[in-house]
């Protein structure tokens, strides 16, 4: 099993940054790929940032450029550091983590290939 604990979400104006960070404990070493999600009001959620095992990251086309997914190992610990807030970022934000067994498995973001999720933390971004 693996627990997944988000912190750092809260409430920013536009333009400006703000990370969340992911805390992961239990049986770390299995999970080769770690995401972040995330769901706006409405919407279903979506795939944003992942990085695998090996060290490759990749992140989706709407957020390319302003997120940046990033882990500390020795701290069990996965960031997702945003840049240049748009309103539209609105969301909650999830860590999950999955035992895949190929990067590009990881990289696709399949939300059905992710067996462990956190709570979730709130993001609000205002105009």
């Known amino acids: 099993q693996v627990q997944l604990v988000e912190s750092g979400g809260g409430s920013v104006q536009a333009g400006g940054a703000l990370s969340v960070s992911c805390v992961s404990s239990g049986h770390t070493g299995m999970p080769t790929c770690m995401a972040w999600f995330r769901q706006a009001p409405g919407k279903e959620r979506e795939g944003v940032a992942t990085?695998?095992?090996?060290?490759?990251?990749s992140s989706a086309d709407s957020v390319k450029g302003r997120f940046t997914i990033f882990k500390d190992n020795a701290k069990n610990t996965l960031y997702l550091q945003i840049t240049s807030l748009k309103p539209e970022d609105t969301a909650i934000y999830y860590c999950a983590a999955a035992p895949l067994r190929y990067a590009g498995a990881c990289h696709n973001r399949f939300e059905g290939d992710f067996i462990y999720w956190g709570q979730g933390t709130q993001v609000t971004v205002s105009s």
């Open positions: 990085r695998y095992s090996d060290g490759t990251t």
